[in-house]
């Protein structure tokens, strides 16, 4: 298998403190990879690099060379989602939620969209929770439900990376 993901000396400052120095990884195409470490050794960070959050973070810099397939993953086509420790749904409707994503991407063929938030929302898990009150705020939703929302949200624009950040910390033991 080949890499599609690879890391090679990269190192992060976060204005004159550096948080991540020196990591170097290859992550193969259809793996799970898990980074493991105690609270505050530079996980998040390294996946926000890697999603292009730190991209907003005033006074960061970023050094070595990060690709995906081979390209700089600091290419704008990249599609990279990302689901985090906290759920952070849209003050909007279940359904708006999910739509939002691919009618960034134009699609707005009534049809398609009620396919994508369906399709998305049983990815996740939560189809036979909500399937009768899409129109219901996603806000209104208990946390592990907040989470699956968000989980399905990232689905629904099919990402070529999806990035998860303890993503199942919200979510009760039964999900």
Not at 124 to 151: F, P
Not at 152 to 160: G, T
Request: proline letters at 6%; a positive charge.
């Amino acid at each position: 298998m080949s890499s599609v993901i690879t890391v090679k000396d990269m190192c992060l400052w976060y204005g004159q403190v550096q948080a991540l120095k020196n990591i170097n990884i290859n992550i193969e195409e259809k793996s799970i990879t898990a980074l493991i470490g105690p609270s505050g050794c530079g996980k998040s960070t390294f996946l926000k690099s890697l999603n292009r959050m730190n991209d907003l973070v005033p006074g960061v810099k970023i050094t070595g060379d990060l690709r995906y397939r081979g390209e700089d993953i600091f290419d704008p086509k990249l599609n990279v989602g990302m689901v985090f420790q906290k759920p952070n749904p849209f003050p909007m409707s279940i359904y708006d939620n999910i739509a939002y994503g691919p009618r960034t991407h134009g699609i707005t063929s009534r049809a398609k969209l009620d396919e994508i938030v369906e399709n998305s929302l049983k990815g996740a898990a939560i189809w036979n929770e909500v399937k009768d009150n899409l129109k219901k705020s996603a806000l209104s939703l208990s946390g592990g439900q907040q989470q699956r929302l968000c989980i399905a949200r990232a689905l629904a624009v099919e990402p070529d990376v999806l990035l998860m950040d303890e993503p199942k910390s919200a979510l009760e033991p039964i999900s």
